[in-house]
C-alpha cells in the first residue's frame, strides 16, 4: 500500500507547522540548545535540509540570509597557518561547528585560525560542506588540500577515524563522515580505502549488522554510517559479510517505527537511519510503509517538529530524521533524498551541474 493510500490511517502530516518550526530554530534556537553549541553547524544542516526537502528553502529563506550562512559557514573553516610555515597546522584543518570557544567575535571574518582546544571537527566539516551545497554554493572556498591532508593524520592504523587530531574517540560515525567528504570533494587520496574497507568488516558482529567499534553490539546509527561508507566507496560486495543476513537484522528492527538495537522502542531517527540502510542495501520495498508512516505522524507535535516517540517534545534531530524518512517513504511534497550522502538529492544534482560546467 503505498503512503498516499494510509493518510486515512494516521493524523494528517502537518506540513505548514513543520516549515515555521524549522525556520524558527533556524533563527533562534531555544535556550536548551545551549550545551550543543559546539556543534551549531550540524542543528543549522538539520534545519536546511529539512526545508529543501520540503521544497520551500528559498521561499522561506531570503537569498540575503543565505548568502549570510555561507559566510558564517566560511568563517568557521580552518586554514592553514599564516606564519610562513604552511604545514604547521595541516592536520587540525577543516570546519569546527561554531565560534564556541570565547574568542573574540569577528562579524566580518572569512576563515578561522587554529587554536588548541578550538579545531576542526569532521563531522563538522561534513555538515559544512552539506550546508554549502544546500545553499547553492560551488565550494570554491573550500581549502581542499588542508582537509584531506587532515584526514589522512585522522585514520588511524586499524582503519578507524578520530574526529579531531589527537582524540581518544574513534568510530564508525567518523569513518562515514570522511568518505563523505572524500566523495564531496571528488578526491580520495585523504582516505586508506583498503583499511577502511577492513575497519567497517570488522565491525559486524554475529547478526551481521554493524557496531559502532570493534566488539560492540550491533546499532541502527552505526549500520547507517558503515552501510553509508561502503555505498559512497562502491565497496558493499567487499566490505558487507552478508547482505542477506544484514537486510534481516534491519527490517527485525521494525515494529511500527524502527527501534536502534534489539528489545529497545522505536524512535523516529532510526526509521532513516535503517530504513536508510536499507535503501542503500535496494530492499527498502521490504518495508511496511503503513506502519512507518503511521508512528512517524503519531511523533508529530502539535506546533511542528518530531519527537523520538509518541509524545516525546521535539528536537531539530529527530524532526529532521522524520523529514528524511518521509523522502524515503516516496510522501507526495517531500523531495528525494540522496541516501548515502544524507542530502536533498536536488541540491547534489544541482552541484554536480555546476562543477561539470
Known amino acids: 500500500m503505498a503512503v498516499e493510500d494510509v493518510k486515512s490511517l494516521a493524523p494528517e502530516f502537518i506540513r505548514e507547522k513543520h516549515i515555521r518550526y524549522f ?32 521544497g520551500v528553502l ?3 529563506i531570503s537569498k540575503q540570509n543565505q548568502q549570510d550562512w555561507i559566510e558564517w559557514i566560511y568563517a568557521q573553516q580552518i586554514l592553514t597557518a ?17 565560534s564556541w570557544s570565547g574568542r573574540p567575535y569577528d562579524p566580518q571574518a572569512t576563515h578561522a585560525c587554529y587554536e588548541h582546544y578550538d579545531s576542526s571537527h569532521i563531522a563538522n566539516t561534513y555538515t559544512a560542506l552539506l550546508n554549502l551545497i544546500i545553499l547553492g554554493d560551488d565550494l570554491s572556498r573550500v581549502h581542499r588540500k588542508a582537509i584531506l ?9 586499524d582503519g578507524g577515524i578520530a574526529p579531531t587530531k589527537g582524540s581518544n574517540e574513534q568510530d564508525v ?16 587520496s585523504g582516505l586508506d580505502m583498503e583499511k577502511t574497507v ?30 553509508g561508507a561502503l555505498t559512497l566507496m562502491e565497496k558493499q560486495e567487499e566490505g558487507l559479510l552478508c547482505r542477506e543476513k544484514l537486510i534481516k537484522w534491519c527490517l527485525m528492527r521494525q515494529s511500527t517505527g524502527f527501534e536502534g538495537r534489539v528489545n529497545k522502542n522505536a524512535d523516529t531517527c532510526y526509521c532513516f537511519w535503517i530504513g536508510g540502510a536499507l535503501k542503500m542495501l535496494d530492499a527498502y520495498e521490504l518495508v511496511n510503509h503503513e506502519n512507518c508512516y503511521d508512528f512517524l505522524m503519531s511523533s508529530q507535535f502539535v506546533v511542528g517538529g518530531f519527537g523520538k516517540d509518541v509524545g516525546a517534545y521535539p528536537d531539530v534531530l529527530h524532526s529532521y530524521m522524520g523529514i ?10 517531500i523531495e528525494p ?19 561539470l560546467a
Request: glycine residues 6%; contains cysteine; charged residues 20%.
Open 82 to 98: 599564516t606564519n610562513g610555515d604552511q604545514d604547521s597546522n595541516m592536520e587540525h584543518c577543516g570546519f569546527r561547528g561554531s
Open 58 to 60: 528559498d521561499e522561506q
Open 149 to 157: 591532508s587532515t584526514i589522512r593524520s585522522l585514520q588511524q592504523e
Open 324 to 333: 528524511a524518512t518521509l523522502s524515503l517513504l516516496n510522501t507526495p511534497g
Open 23 to 54: 525556520k524558527s530554530n533556524l533563527t533562534m534556537l531555544p535556550s536548551a540548545y545551549t550545551e550543543t553549541e559546539t556543534n551549531r553547524m550540524t542543528l543549522a544542516f538539520f534545519c536546511l535540509n529539512s526545508l529543501q526537502l520540503m
Open 198 to 227: 577492513d575497519y567497517i568488516r570488522r565491525l559486524q558482529s554475529y547478526e551481521y549488522a554493524i557496531g559502532q567499534s570493534p566488539g560492540q553490539e550491533s546499532h541502527g546509527g552505526s549500520t547507517f554510517c558503515g552501510t
Open 173 to 188: 560515525r567518523f569513518v562515514y563522515c570522511a568518505a563523505a567528504i572524500c566523495y564531496i570533494l571528488d578526491d580520495w
Open 337 to 355: 533524498v540522496h541516501t548515502a550522502l544524507n542530502l536533498s538529492l536536488s541540491s547534489w544534482e544541482k552541484f554536480k551541474a555546476k562543477s
